[in-house]
């Protein structure tokens, strides 16, 4: 859900296409499911492992792979907080804000990041490396504050350990 | 197949098909269930939890509409546990709700009114701010859509989804957040049903709002003349004029739904270029005038009936009686296809009303329907004659219909019979004379299916007394 516009769509200004090997895990993918549509989330998350976003493009693509409307895959989009109909960094940074983090201090960390990026909710930093989003639970309480680097889990954290952390990404 | 339980509703006995749907069941027998999601020409979503009822036996509350008739239940939905679910459930819908009754289309025929004093009359429990959404969009034909009105019934993205299958419509965003959008614009000739079916104002027609308060009109039951489908309409009314057309069900022609054609149906009838009186072409200026000077003119000459398939099986019944004896010749004009011959939901590209009816008329008084027999009368037309055109009611073709008063060009005397305006192409015409639309008259139509259906009449903007066979005793004056 990174757009609250909805009729607004955004282009990649090229077409999109899956990889050999994406195609192939997709055609995995269908044979774990009953019906086609169930394939659905691990398809868009397979779009957003190679390009990491969403563009009207991807949208159409999949469309016509798994033959479901548009608007279906849209709804599915703007459902879920993970999936990015926006252009975003290279590196995901999720900074859990729900009560046990917030309690530690996970806002802080939000806030604290975003203004040391000079950035906003999702938006890319200026040279593309990083896009940060709030999140409500990770499910990882213990580790509170705690956050999510790409597919890692990272905590406890404090500000200064957050921004190291997140300097040295590529 | 179709057996029957009995069950108890409400400590009355009520008797349903096994297996059929509980929420319909119970409107079937006359008893009352608020809902909003639940409609018998789509699919169950169970979203809009207003249906609920209790049942003997099961701990819980659940909603009617996802429920099945079996024999021996015994269901309540006037218990004080039930009456309070309702209550909480409307709160909920209304708790985003702009209140702008005053201003909306919907008002006098809305969901949320109707239920509000039923199950509602509280204050407004609600402390934070509203959440505002998108109000005025024009979403394409002639549908406009208010996201803030919307309870999110999700009935109309099951229409595009279950009965077009041109899934324009779907709900984007989350929680409060939950909107109706447009992938594109809609593009499906079944759109203004999308207003019909919204329980509330969300989707209203652009063709409509703003122009009457529903509870000023009056509805006719009648039948559309749009097409060979005839569907079961409505149309609303009022002194001031006609306003809109809506589908009535019919489970033998067209089910919940009508097309987009259809709704335009009423249009000619009130409208202020409507043909009055009898007029006659004063250098292509119509004015009104006597009707004696146009007997005068006809009397003693070979009369030639072109007769349109909108015209119902009574009225050419009084036609052919009214010259019998007469050396009168009479031929049908059929309206050229438009589109294709059947688009798979309702709509035909035959867009000849009564062609049926008309045949079975033509044959009975020894006349040629063909288009060969039309084409013979057109040839046949000499200087001295009256050329007598019936204007079909609903033109979808100007052309086609303009290459027919060139061939009656030859006739000195051309009359032209029209229940509608007067176009530009009809200044061929000598004289224009007034006769009834399919709203101001009663009477029967064939459609594709061979079914008789019912035209009823309304009230009347226009000349209803006299209708072609009034002209056709001309012949014998």
């Known amino acids: 859900m990174s757009s609250h516009s909805p009729n607004q769509t955004h282009s990649m200004g090229a077409p999109f296409k899956f990889t050999d090997a994406n195609l192939a895990t997709y055609q995995e993918y269908l044979t774990r499911y009953d019906d086609v549509e169930s394939a659905l989330l691990p398809v868009l998350h397979l779009v957003q492992e190679q390009i990491k976003w ?51 201090g996970g806002r802080e960390i939000y806030a604290g990041l975003l203004k040391h990026f000079d950035t906003d909710y999702l938006t890319p930093t ?18 509170a504050p705690c956050m999510r680097i790409n597919n890692d889990y990272v905590g406890p954290v404090d500000l200064a350990d957050a921004i190291n952390k997140l300097e040295e990404l590529p | 197949m179709t057996e029957k339980v009995k069950l108890t509703w409400n400590g009355k006995q009520i008797e349903a098909v096994k297996g ?41 509350p659940f909603p009617s509409c996802n429920a099945t008739c079996g024999e021996g239940m015994v269901i309540r939905n006037d218990t004080p546990k039930i009456k309070a679910a309702v209550e909480n459930t409307l709160q909920f819908h209304l708790l985003n709700h702009p209140l702008d009754c005053p201003v909306c289309d919907q008002a006098g025929e809305c969901g949320l009114q109707d ?37 999110l019934c999700s009935r109309c993205t099951r229409f595009t989804e279950e009965v077009t299958k041109t899934n324009e419509l779907g ?5 409060d957040h939950a909107e109706i959008t447009v992938n594109e614009n809609l593009k499906n000739d ?6 019909d079916i919204c329980p509330v104002g969300a989707l209203t027609s652009k063709d409509f709002r703003f122009k009457q308060r529903v509870w000023f009109l009056e509805e006719v039951y009648t039948t559309c003349i749009g097409c060979e489908t005839g569907c079961s309409v409505k149309v609303s009314q009022n002194k001031n004029g006609s306003y809109r057309v809506k589908p009535v069900f019919d489970e033998t022609v067209n089910g919940h739904w009508m097309c987009d054609d259809g709704r335009s149906i009423y249009k000619h009838v009130s409208s202020p270029t409507r043909l009055q009186v009898a007029s006659e072409n004063m250098n292509g200026l119509f004015v009104p005038a006597d009707e004696s000077r146009v007997v005068e003119l006809v009397t ?33 004009y ?19 009303a009564n062609l049926r009816g008309a045949q079975k008329a033509f044959e009975a008084a020894g006349f040629d329907h063909t288009s060969a027999g039309l084409d013979k009368v057109l040839n046949a037309i000499s200087a001295s004659d009256v050329a007598y055109v019936v204007v079909p009611e609903i033109l979808y073709n100007e052309d086609h219909f303009n290459t027919l008063l060139k061939k009656i060009e030859k006739a000195s005397t051309r009359i032209a019979l029209t229940p509608g305006e007067t176009l530009s192409s009809m200044k061929v015409f000598n004289y224009l004379l007034p006769v009834p639309s399919f709203l101001e008259k009663e009477g029967h139509i064939v459609n594709f299916q061979g079914t008789q259906r019912q035209l009823n009449a309304g009230l009347s903007y226009g000349e209803t007394t006299k209708d072609i066979s009034y002209y056709g005793k001309w012949v014998n004056v």
């Open chain 1, 126 to 143: 200026r040279d593309g490396r990083i896009s940060l989003q709030k999140m409500e639970c990770l499910g990882a309480c213990e580790m």
């Open chain 2, 115 to 151: 239920y509000y004093m039923k199950h509602g009359q509280y204050d407004s429990q609600m402390i934070d701010k509203k959440v505002h959404k998108e109000k005025v969009q024009d979403i394409g034909k002639n549908v406009m859509l208010d996201a803030e009105r919307c309870i």
């Open chain 2, 171 to 175: 709900i984007l965003n989350r929680g």
């Open chain 2, 334 to 352: 059929t309206l050229p296809t438009q589109g294709p011959e059947f688009d798979g939901i309702l709509r035909r590209g035959d867009k000849n």
């Open chain 1, 54 to 104: 969403l563009p009207q493009e991807a949208i159409e693509y999949v469309s016509v792979l798994m033959n479901i409307p548009e608007i279906k895959i849209k709804e599915v989009i703007s459902f879920y907080d993970m999936f990015y109909d926006v252009p975003v960094g290279r590196n995901m940074v999720h900074v859990c804000t729900n009560i046990t983090c917030s309690m530690f």
């Open chain 2, 190 to 195: 079944y759109a203004q049903n999308l207003v």
């Open chain 2, 20 to 60: 059929s749907n509980l929420l319909q069941a119970a409107l079937d027998n006359g008893q009352e269930v608020a809902h909003y999601c639940y409609h018998a020409g789509l699919s169950i979503a169970g979203v809009c939890r207003m249906c609920m009822v209790e049942q003997d036996g099961v701990p819980r």
């Open chain 2, 300 to 332: 003693g000459k070979k009369a030639n009936f072109i007769l349109s398939t909108s015209l119902t099986n009574e009225e050419y019944a009084r036609f052919f009686e009214s010259i019998k004896g007469s050396k009168a010749s009479v031929a049908l």
